[in-house]
C-alpha cells in the first residue's frame, strides 16, 4: 500500500503539481444486527484503494482508484492533475496552504481486544441475549440489536515529505425496544439511539455496555411510554441526559464552528454558518459555565474524532471553542487558516475512506464537566419544577444552524426536586446561542461521557464519519417545550 | 469499472471457492466525477472509479454476505470464506427462501415484462473535467450578471450493477446521470435549483442558474411573519423531500414489525381522492435497475388508488411470511413484487421509483399562486426527521427561496420556517396539483412528483433569516 501511494506521488509530481499527497487505505467492517430473535443481518467488507490529491495552477484536483496496480495508479495521478488544471478554468485566486512540518509517524488506536478476534457466534450470542430480554416484556412488538466493528489503515504521503501510517478501530453497540399499541408507536434505546454508543476503542467497550443488564428496563419503559402523560407544550425549566446534549453539541455548535461551512464552501448542500468570522472572540455564545473544546488527542479520550494525525498529515490538536461563554475558535484545515490569521490549520481535515477527498469534520467537540462536584440525581434534586430527558428521537436544525427542534424517547416532569411522572413525546425547541446561554448548570466529571455519533453527513459527494461528544447532564432555563406535536 | 463477461468470470470463480448450498454475487461499479464551486469558483472536484463484488452464500436456512473491491484469487476466496463463516454460525432461519432463478426472477407467468427504457448515454458518460469546468463557468457568470455569489455541484457518472447467482440467475444494468444543482446567495436571500438525468441533454444549467438567481433576488430583504396555519405551493422538490418520508413504511416487513403507519390502515381512505401513487421503475422519467436486491424484477405497484392505501411492496420471503401471517386478510395483495433490499436484510424492501399521478385539471405553480389568497411559495426543505412514526407527523425547515403569497401575487421574499406536519393530513389538503415531472431533492430519493398547493400546513416556528 506505501508503495502505491510512493508511486502515486512520484507519478503526480512529475506534471508538474505545486503539491501533491496520497492516502493508500484499507477499511474492514463487520456489522450484525438482530431482530425479534433472529439475525438480521450479518455481513462483513474491505475496500482498498488510493485517494490522490494534487494542487496545479494553484488549484486542487482529486482522483481516486481502487485498483492498486502500478499502471492504475499512475493514471489516478495524473488524472488527479487534469483535474485540478480543469479546475484552475474557474478561480479567482490561488489556493494557499498553512505551513505544516513534515510529519513521520506510526500510530494506532490504544485497544485491549481486538474486535476482529472475537468470533461472529460470540458476538450473536450477546445480541441475542439482549433481544430475548426485550421481548419478555409483555408489549415490546419489535427488539433490534446492532453490533459494529471498524478498522482503517492508511498511509499518507505528501510531497512535502509526510510519511504517516495510521490503523483505526471504532466499535459499536446498541438496540432498540418498541411498543405498538392502539395508534402509537414508542420506543427506548440503550446505550444511545440510532446505532447506540461508538468510541475508537476495542472489543472491550463491548463489554463495559452493560447491555444484557439494562435490556429489560429499557423494554420496560417503551412499554410504559404508552400510559404516560403528553409532554406539555410551553416554557420549561429542562435538564438533558449527556447523550441528548452531545447531539445537541454536534449540531449547534460542531456544525456551526466548521470554517468551510463559514466562507460558503458548503452552501449548496449542508449549509452555511451564523458564526461569520466578525464573531470570532466577540460572540457571546453561551452562559459562563458553557467551555467547550475540539480535542482530537488521546488524552481527551477515545471519540470517534480520537487520531494523531489528520487526513492532510496535520497532527491531533486541542482548539478551545468557547472559552467561559465566549466564541473561541473554529475548525480549520491547511487551507483554510489563514482566513483566520492563524498560522496553523486545527487538524480536522478527514475523509470517509481512500475515495472521498478530507475535509474539515468535527474531531470531539466536548463540553466540559462542571467544576463543581454535582450528579444527575443531585441536579434534579436541585430543579424545583422541570423537565428531564433523555435519549434522541429526532433532531433538525436550519441551514445556518439556530434554530433547532429535538426529539426525545422518554422524559420525567420534576416538582420540588423528584421525578413525580413519565412523558411521552417530549421535545424541545430554541434559537442556538439563547439556548446555550440559558444553561445554568452542569454536572462534574463523574457524569461525563466521550459519546460517538457514527453517522455524521457532510459534503458532495457525501461523506459519513464518526465524531465525538464529551458531555455531561444540564439545565437549561425558559426553554419552549412540546412544539413538535402542536 | 467491470463488464458483465468479467463479472461473470469473476462469479464462476466465486463458484468454485464456495462449499455453500448457493452462492449469489451481486457487481456493483461506477465511475463518477463531481464538480464543486462555492464563492464562484470551483474549489472541490473529484473522479473516482470502483468495482465491488458482494458474495451471499446460502446453508440450509442461513446465510450470509461478505464483500471487497478487489478481484484476486485471494481476495475473492477471502470474502467467500469470510460470508460462509459469518453464515454457519447462526441459527436456520425458516422464512429463508433458496435463491430464485431465471424464471422466477421475471415474475408471474405470462405477464410480459415491461423493459425500461435504455438508461446509458454516451454523451454522459463521455463529459471531461474541462466541459464540467465549462458549465460551472457558465453558471458563474449568471450570478456575476446578477451580483449574486453562486455555489453548487456538476456532475456525471457511469454505473453498472449485476447479479448472479448459482440458479442460473444473471441480470445485469447500466446506465449513466448527470446532475446540476446551484444555490445563487445574495447577502439576505439564497435561491436553488436542482435538475438530474441519465440524459444530460435533458439538463439546463443556465436556466437552473436563472431561476435560482431569480428566486434569490426576489427573496432579498425577507419579512418576517407569524407561524401557524398556511395554504402552502410546494414545488416538485419540495413536494418530494417532505412525502419520501413515508415509503419506508410501504413495505410488508414494515407491516410485519408493526412499524408502519399503515397498520390496520391499508383499504383505507388515508389521504385526498386525488391522490394516485405508484411505483413504476419502468417509467420514462425514472432512473435505475429494473431488478431489485434478489434479482427479481420490478413489476409496476399501485400503492394509492385516489386517496386508499391498496398495497405495499414485496420481496420474495416477506410475501411468503405476509401469506402466513395475522395480517394477511387485511394488507391487499400479497405477492413478491420486485422492491427487495440485498439479502440478509432486516428491512425487507421498500418502493424508490415512485411515480405520482396527475391531476384531472394539473395546474402550474404560477396559476397556484393567482389563486391563493394568502399563503407561502416553498422551493426547497431541509432537515426533515421524523417526529411521530404513526401519525407521520415530521418537522423541517424551509429553504433557500420561500415567499409570501398574497392576492394571487408574489408579494416578498419571508424568512424561513419551521414545520410539524402530519403527511396523513397534508395529502389529505392538497387542493391542487401540477403535472408530475421528474424532480430531485436532498432529504429524499429521485421521483416522479407535482408541485402541490396545500391548505393548512402547519408552521409552528420562524427562524433568524
Known sequence: MKTAALLALDAASARGVTYADARAVSIRNRSLTTKNGRVGHASESESLGIGVRAIAEGAWGFAASADLSRAAVEAAAARAVEVARASARVKREDVRLAPEPAAVAEWTTPYKVDPFTTSVGQNLDLLLKVDAEMRAVGGVTLAETGMNFLCEESWFLSSEGSDIHQTKYSTGAGYTAYAFAGSEIQKRSYPNSFGGQWQNRGYELIEEMKLVQNARRLAEEAVALHHADQCPEGTATIILDGSQLGLQIHESIGHPIELDRVLGMEANFAGTSFLTLEKLGHLRYGSELVNVVADARQEHGPGLGTFAYDDEGVAAQSTPIITNGRFTGYLSSRETAHTIGAARSGGTLRAEGWNRLPMIRMTNVSILPGETPLSLEQLIAATDDGIYMETNKSWSIDDKRYNFQFGCEIAWEIKRGKRVRMLKNPSYSGITTEFWNSMDAICSRDEWALWGTPNCGKGQPQQVVGTGHGASPARFRKIRVGSAYS | ?465
Open chain 2, 1 to 465: 469499472m467491470l463488464t458483465r463477461e468479467q463479472a461473470a468470470d469473476i462469479f464462476e470463480r466465486i463458484r468454485r471457492f464456495s462449499s455453500a448450498d448457493e452462492v449469489e454475487a451481486i457487481f456493483t461499479g461506477s465511475r463518477f466525477a463531481l464538480t464543486r464551486f462555492a464563492n464562484n469558483t470551483i474549489h472541490q472536484n473529484v473522479e473516482e472509479e470502483n468495482s465491488i463484488v458482494s458474495i451471499r452464500t446460502n446453508f440450509a436456512g442461513r446465510t450470509a454476505r461478505a464483500t471487497t473491491n478487489q478481484f484476486d484469487d485471494e481476495s475473492l476466496r477471502r470474502a467467500v470464506t469470510a460470508s460462509e463463516k459469518l453464515a454457519r454460525v447462526q441459527v436456520a432461519d425458516p422464512d429463508l427462501l433458496p435463491m430464485p432463478d431465471a424464471r422466477e426472477a421475471l415474475g408471474r407467468t405470462g405477464e410480459a415484462p415491461v423493459a425500461p427504457p435504455s438508461r446509458f448515454f454516451e454523451q454522459t458518460a463521455a463529459i471531461t473535467p474541462a466541459d464540467r469546468a465549462e458549465v460551472v463557468k457558465g453558471i458563474v457568470a449568471v450570478a456575476a450578471k446578477h451580483k449574486l455569489t453562486t455555489a453548487g455541484i456538476c456532475s456525471n457518472s457511469e454505473s453498472r450493477v449485476g447479479i448472479f447467482n448459482s440458479r442460473g440467475l444473471a441480470n445485469w444494468h447500466h446506465q449513466t446521470l448527470a446532475e446540476i444543482s446551484v444555490t445563487m446567495l445574495a447577502d439576505d436571500s439564497s435561491g436553488w435549483q436542482k435538475s438530474n438525468s441519465p440524459d444530460v441533454r435533458n439538463l439546463d444549467a443556465a436556466q437552473l442558474a436563472e431561476t435560482a438567481a431569480q428566486k434569490a433576488v426576489e427573496s432579498a430583504h425577507p419579512r418576517e411573519i407569524a407561524p401557524g396555519k398556511y395554504t402552502v405551493i410546494l414545488e416538485p422538490a419540495a413536494a418530494l423531500d417532505i412525502v419520501g418520508f413515508m415509503f419506508w413504511d410501504y413495505s410488508g416487513v414494515a407491516i410485519l414489525d408493526q412499524r408502519s403507519f399503515l397498520n390496520d390502515r391499508i383499504d383505507t381512505e388515508l389521504f385526498g381522492e386525488n391522490i394516485n401513487i405508484w411505483d413504476d421503475a419502468a417509467h420514462p422519467l425514472q432512473a435505475g435497475s429494473p431488478f431489485d436486491g434478489e434479482g427479481m424484477r420490478r413489476r409496476r405497484v399501485q400503492l394509492v388508488g385516489n386517496g386508499v392505501v391498496k398495497r405495499v411492496v414485496y420481496a420474495r420471503a416477506t410475501a411468503r411470511k405476509m401469506k402466513n401471517s395475522e395480517y394477511a386478510a387485511k394488507v391487499g395483495p400479497i405477492e413478491a413484487t420486485g422492491h427487495g433490499f440485498p439479502l440478509p436484510s432486516e428491512m425487507g424492501e421498500m418502493p424508490m421509483n415512485i411515480v405520482f399521478g396527475g391531476a384531472e385539471n394539473p395546474r402550474g405553480v404560477e396559476q397556484m399562486i393567482a389563486s391563493t389568497e394568502r399563503g407561502v411559495l416553498v422551493t426547497r426543505l431541509w432537515y426533515i426527521r421524523e417526529v411521530d412514526p404513526y401519525e407521520k407527523i415530521v418537522t423541517g425547515l424551509t429553504r433557500d427561496g420561500t415567499f409570501l403569497v398574497e392576492k394571487g401575487k408574489v408579494q416578498c421574499g419571508v424568512r424561513n420556517f419551521r414545520f410539524n406536519q402530519s403527511l396523513i393530513s397534508m395529502l389529505s389538503n392538497v387542493e391542487a396539483m401540477s403535472a408530475p415531472v421528474r424532480a430531485c431533492g436532498e432529504e429524499s430519493f429521485d421521483m416522479v412528483v407535482p408541485a402541490m398547493k396545500v391548505k393548512e400546513f402547519n408552521f409552528t416556528e420562524a427562524t433568524k433569516f
